[in-house]
Structure formats: structure tokens, C-alpha cells
């Protein structure tokens, strides 16, 4: 029985591997050779069929975070953030924003991880820290690392996130903000209304994965709840 069970257990935890493994085979966040519908990302990955490690590496990655594999966005002060008045109201340490720099991300922000391909300057191809795409020939290698396709379309985000909605910002000092400063203004929920684990927050800051689950394009562009009906915006805005 005890065997019995033990193989259970482990066929259970390949079906989890494999099912959360194939919410990225076919999407845009897979860039391997087999993937058409990455189009132009796929530049010189002609003979490279791994998924993962165009952000993932399992030794000497750029951030203990999610072991990542990718070069760029590194630099909190290289973006700026959405920001209002009342976001920028009193000192440094009474913003919404993680950290001590108003309108720029924090170096332990999550979300800068997402802009090493979205920053519109990280190149799609050659931009791996280390473990180049298995498979690659020495020509395909030369071509890899002098890659120049950067994202396009509305994907590409650029630098300048002043048009785009905030991020790295502490989410339950914003509620009290808006909530008790500001009534009305925005009218998020408070900490009670987040019990249950509406949005997934990074310790308590909203980031690019709040909305979006990079490993998951059920509901596209990778949302973590349908648009209809506006009922993503609902989860954090009561209007």
C-alpha cells in the first residue's frame, strides 16, 4: 500500500509539472523554435526546442528571484512609473510606492523582471545571462548572441510607464490613501476585501503578476480574470 500510495504521489506531482508546464508551450512567453506563434521572438532559435530557459536558469541567475536568466531592466531609476498627486503626497515614506523613490521602481520590485523583454530595448534573442538554448550549432550560436528583434506591438511597453497603470506600490497604503484621505476618489477595497486572496500581491505590493500570470494565457493576454464586464478592475476598484 505504502508503494502504492508513493507512485500516486508521484504521478500526481508530473501531472502538476506537466499541466503548469503547458500553460506556456504555444504562447507568446514561449520562445523556442517550435512555437509560430512567438513570430519574430524566435529570432536565430531555429534548432531550440527548451521552453524555460529563455528566462530561467537553474545555477548563477541574475536574481535569487525566480532564478532568472535574462540580461536588461536591472536599473530601479531606468523606468518611470504612473503616478497622481495624491500618489505623491507627503514624504518619501508616506508613498505608495515600495522603497523610497517616488515614480521608480524599487530594486526588489518583481515587475522589473517582466521588463526585460517588455522594456522594448531587451533584445528577444541573446539576451540569456548563461545556459544558451540547447540545440543551438555554432552558426546558430553567433546569430543568438547578436540577436536585435526586440518585442513589438502593444506588448512593448518602453521606459516611460507614466501612461500605464501604477505598479511596485503598496497596496493597502494606497486603500487607506484614497479610502480615508480621499474618499470616493478611487475607492479601493481594504485589507478585508482582499481576504481569500483576490490579486496576488508581492508582500503586500502590487506588480505586473497582481494582474497578469506569466504562466498562464487561459484568459489573454495572460490575465488572472476575465476584462468582461470589467471584473479584473473590480477585484481591487468598487465602482
Not at 540580461?71 to 515600495?98: C, P, R, V
Not at 546558430?140 to 506591438?153: E, F, K, L, Q, R
Not at 486603500?175 to 500581491?201: C, E, H, I, W
Not at 476584462?227 to 476598484?237: F, P
Request: glycine share 10%.
Amino acid at each position: 500500500m505504502k508503494k502504492l500510495l508513493a507512485t500516486l504521489a508521484v504521478v500526481s506531482a508530473v501531472a502538476v509539472a506537466s499541466s503548469a508546464f503547458a500553460g506556456i508551450v504555444g504562447t507568446k512567453h514561449d520562445l523556442s523554435q517550435q512555437n509560430a506563434a512567438a513570430g519574430g521572438y524566435r529570432q536565430a532559435n531555429v534548432n531550440s526546442t527548451q521552453v524555460c530557459v529563455f528566462c530561467h536558469t537553474p545555477h548563477n541567475s541574475a536574481k535569487t528571484k525566480a532564478l532568472w536568466n535574462r540580461k536588461g531592466a536591472t536599473l530601479d531609476n531606468a523606468f518611470k512609473l504612473y503616478t497622481s498627486g495624491i500618489m505623491m503626497e507627503g514624504s518619501a515614506a508616506d508613498s505608495w510606492f515600495q522603497g523610497t523613490t517616488k515614480g521608480q521602481f524599487s530594486t526588489k520590485s518583481t515587475s522589473l523582471l517582466c521588463m526585460t523583454c517588455h522594456d522594448g530595448v531587451t533584445t528577444m534573442a541573446g539576451a540569456t545571462l548563461n545556459n544558451q538554448p540547447y540545440g543551438l550549432t555554432s552558426t546558430d550560436t553567433a546569430a543568438y548572441n547578436s540577436g536585435t528583434g526586440v518585442i513589438s506591438g502593444p506588448a512593448n511597453l518602453g521606459t516611460d510607464l507614466t501612461n500605464d497603470h501604477p505598479v511596485n506600490i503598496d497596496y493597502d497604503k494606497a486603500a487607506t490613501t484614497v479610502n480615508t484621505a480621499r474618499p470616493g476618489s478611487l475607492a479601493l477595497r481594504d485589507a478585508t476585501g482582499k481576504v481569500g486572496g483576490v490579486l496576488p500581491f508581492q508582500n503586500g505590493i502590487m506588480e505586473c503578476s497582481s494582474c497578469h500570470n506569466v504562466h498562464d494565457n487561459t484568459i489573454a493576454p495572460f490575465l488572472r480574470a476575465s476584462i468582461s464586464g470589467s471584473t479584473l478592475c473590480l477585484k481591487c476598484h468598487l465602482k
